[in-house]
């Protein structure tokens, strides 16, 4: 799913090609997305969370953590780092009204990887690195000399992934958050986005009537 940006318009877009978007009111029917009561309290639950952010800034941390690691027990790698967000689909099902964020660290060694011994010790290595982070629950996609893949998984569906293929990579991929102007705007209004909470649940009391 890509990132969205400028909700509102998108879907004014979307419907200027399609009938029965919204009804005589210029309202959607609710029903045919999450109920209001479940997207508040969704709200609740990312409101209690770091803004995206904020949360980018510590998956970047963990991130250079493990790098710094295998460095030191393997020799320095180069390592070609990148940072973003993304809607995703932890960002889907009771979110999905949210405009929330997953944040992506991924780090790529080109053209260099870890194998036989070497691999169980890179495990162990990256293993002790995420545990401090909550990172517990280890699942192996792959064990083969010329694949190999396995995934720490932590909490709010986040994942740290440790491979080696053509290359040796990291990735980490969060759990869903919200923006700090997604975050300024519940504390303002309530929810995210006031005009497009009103098309979706147009008896909601959650928001003033007039802004």
Same mark, same amino acid.
């Given at each position: 799913?890509?990132r969205?940006?400028?909700?509102i318009?998108l879907?004014?877009?979307a ?9 005589e ?12 009561a479940?997207?508040l309290?969704?709200i ?7 803004s995206?952010?904020a ?5 970047d ?6 790098r710094i690691a295998l460095?030191d ?5 180069t390592?070609d780092?990148e940072?973003s967000?993304?809607?995703?689909s932890?960002?889907?099902?009771r979110?999905d009204?949210?405009?929330?964020q997953a944040?992506y660290?991924?780090?790529r ?6 194998? +036989?011994? $070497?691999?169980?010790?890179a495990?162990? !290595?990256v ?7 909550? =990172?517990? /629950?280890e ?13 720490f998984?932590?909490d ?9 293929h ?15 102007? +997604?975050? $300024?705007a519940?504390?303002?209004?309530g !929810?995210p986005?006031?005009?497009?909470w009103?098309l979706? =649940?147009? /008896?909601?009391?959650?928001i003033?009537?007039?802004r």
């Amino acid at each position: 799913m890509a990132r969205r940006v400028g909700l509102i318009s998108l879907f004014a877009l979307a419907c200027a090609s399609l009938t029965g978007c919204a009804d005589e009111r210029g309202t959607l029917p609710a029903q045919q997305y999450t109920d209001e009561a479940t997207t508040l309290a969704a709200i609740d639950e990312l409101m209690a969370q770091p803004s995206a952010e904020a949360a980018q800034a510590t998956f970047d941390e963990l991130g250079d953590e493990i790098r710094i690691a295998l460095d030191d027990e393997f020799g320095a790698f180069t390592w070609d780092v990148e940072s973003s967000f993304g809607s995703g689909s932890v960002c889907g099902g009771r979110y999905d009204m949210l405009e929330g964020q997953a944040v992506y660290v991924s780090a790529r060694a080109q053209d260099q990887i870890i194998d +036989g011994d $070497d691999w169980a010790r890179a495990v162990d !290595v990256v293993s002790d690195v995420v545990a401090a982070s909550g =990172y517990d /629950d280890e699942f192996v996609v792959s064990d083969e000399s010329s694949s190999r893949q396995i995934e720490f998984y932590g909490d709010r569906d986040s994942v740290v992934r440790l491979y080696s293929h053509t290359s040796l990579g990291v990735a980490i991929d969060s759990g869903c958050y919200l923006t700090q102007v +997604g975050r $300024d705007a519940v504390e303002q209004f309530g !929810v995210p986005d006031p005009d497009y909470w009103r098309l979706l =649940y147009p /008896d909601s009391t959650a928001i003033p009537t007039e802004r």
